[in-house]
């Protein structure tokens, strides 16, 4: 099928290079420029792991193209994805207005036959019918720009070009984000019209029946249609559920802290059950990135917009901030006075196999301990390898973890990056001036750890 991306970030780039990977022809747009240049040379402008293979063998397939010419991509596109972001305001609602930018101009180029135009994006519910009427407004703009110039005629119903909006929210992770479009959970499609379902599912046939999943015997992926606003509820209540169960956890082991019991062994013994479930029970320092906390707060503002207050959900926001700077009461506990002290954080990103830096802890961890008049070091794999630095500010990044040890009074564990695993503690112990690790994702050997002569503080263990 021929399908346009419009917005070629974590989630739009992966979506267009798999749909590409598996036979569809995609035209990718974006409207920065650098990025379009680096896609067309080839290169990924995001890490994710396989990715960039994809890519290339699309490329060359001739399946993958890029552009910021969006008329282009709408005249090709069948299947019309919205990509781009919806970061948070500061008032914790979704700023939409890169979602409108892109529906009016998917309305000013749209022309000829019927095209599905999907909300990938997540936006706030009720944005189905926002998007039509947003297009349909681009289309009367373009119209009146069409008689005012004498090119055209003057708009009616039924010359207005034939399109359905779908909603068919994105649950990849990031870090992952190939995989889990090859072997997604399910796939939500919420909408009216039947055609554009049928369209929809066309478009997803060769996943869903498991052509490119790790594990092809398993039964077709659920496809779950819905009507708009559940699709659109469906996505906030995933991430919602998640945060949710992270900061509960927290909690729990915040508990675990004070009377000496071990979070690790209690989230296995509950994971068990399977009306529990084992995910997302590891305790640590929050959640964060680009998703889980822009989405918790967005949905805590539509509920607001329509009357009800959450508790839940805020009481899931105010544990996870104050879990944020768990690590820094940890080493206060251990250091008293951190003025003058030096931090050096193992890890920058909000998770491991990924470079996105947006809305992670260690940004926190970071201002805070500045606050506190501590001298902050840090090492992240990714940031090493691609030099990137984010604008981060009030932290020396560091270019391989033993030069991040020397001089340290402390570490923290912010990332789980597999490789800490395996790194020469014994020389970074015998760097430090203080070897102590705050292991802030529970992720490191306790035992192995304090062999190597370093004091281990975990999150409630
Ligand atoms: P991103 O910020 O990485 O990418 C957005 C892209 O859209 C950028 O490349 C930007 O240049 C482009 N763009 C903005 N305005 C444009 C315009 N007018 N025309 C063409 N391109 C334009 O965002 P990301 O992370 O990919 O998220 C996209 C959406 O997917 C968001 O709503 C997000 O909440 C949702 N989502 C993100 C997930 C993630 O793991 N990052 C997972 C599931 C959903």
Redesign the pocket.
């Known amino acids: 099928m021929r399908v346009c991306v419009?917005?070629?970030?974590?989630?739009?780039?992966?979506t267009g290079a798999c749909l590409a990977h598996i036979g569809h022809h995609v035209i990718c747009?974006?409207?920065?420029e650098e990025?379009v240049k680096l896609m067309k040379a080839g290169q990924s402008?995001?890490f994710e792991p396989g990715l960039s293979e994809i890519m290339a063998g699309a490329m060359q397939a001739g399946t993958l193209e890029f552009t910021?010419d969006?008329g282009g991509g709408v005249a090709h596109g069948e299947i019309l994805f919205i990509?781009?972001?919806?970061?948070p305001l500061p008032t914790g609602e979704?700023d939409t207005r890169?979602?409108e930018?892109?529906a009016r101009?998917i309305g000013a180029h749209l022309d000829g036959g019927y095209k599905v135009i999907v909300n990938?994006?997540?936006?706030p519910i009720g944005s189905g019918d926002w998007v039509r009427m947003i297009v349909l407004d681009g289309i009367v703009e373009r119209q009146k720009v069409l008689v005012g110039a004498g090119g055209g005629e003057v708009t009616t119903l039924e010359s207005v070009p034939a399109f359905d909006v779908v909603s068919n929210?994105?649950?990849?992770?990031?870090g992952c984000?190939v995989y889990d479009t090859f072997n997604p959970d399910r796939i939500v499609l919420g909408g009216s019209s039947s055609k554009a379902i049928a369209m929809m599912q066309e478009l997803y046939a060769p996943i869903i029946e498991r052509q490119y999943a790790e594990d092809k015997s398993l039964p077709p992926v659920p496809v779950l249609a819905t009507d708009i606003s559940s699709a659109e509820m469906i996505?906030y209540a995933a991430?919602a559920f998640l945060a949710t169960k992270i900061s509960f956890i927290n909690e729990v082991a915040n508990i675990c802290d004070r009377v000496g019991a071990d979070v690790t062994q209690v989230a296995k013994g509950i994971g068990l059950d399977s009306r529990i479930g084992n995910k997302f029970l590891q305790a640590g320092i929050g959640w964060g990135?680009?998703?889980f906390p822009?989405?918790v707060s967005a949905l805590i503002h539509t509920a607001d917009d329509y009357g009800y207050d959450t508790h839940l959900l805020k009481a899931a926001v105010s544990v996870n901030q104050r879990q944020r700077l768990i690590a820094v009461e940890k080493l206060q506990q251990v250091l008293k006075i951190l003025k003058g002290k030096t931090v050096g954080l193992l890890g920058l990103t909000f998770k491991p196999d990924?470079d996105?830096m947006?809305d992670a802890p260690a940004l926190n961890l970071i201002e805070h301990l500045n606050r506190l008049g501590a001298k902050v070091k840090a090492y992240d794999p990714i940031v090493a390898q691609s030099g990137m630095r984010h604008g981060l500010t009030g932290v020396l990044v560091e270019t391989d973890p033993e030069r991040l040890a020397d001089g340290c009074d402390a570490l923290v564990l912010v990332t789980d990056w597999q490789q800490f695993r395996n790194l020469d503690y014994n020389k970074m112990a015998s760097l430090m001036t203080n070897p102590v690790m705050i292991d802030g994702r529970n992720y490191l050997d306790r035992e192995a750890l304090q062999q190597a002569g370093f004091y281990y503080v975990g999150v409630g263990r």
């Open positions: 419009i917005g070629t970030g974590y989630v739009g780039l992966v747009v974006d409207n920065n990025k402008p995001i910021t969006i990509a781009v972001g919806t970061p979704s890169y979602v930018a892109v101009s990938k994006s997540t936006v929210p994105e649950f990849l992770r990031e984000a996505k991430n990135g680009s998703c822009k989405d990924t996105d947006r």
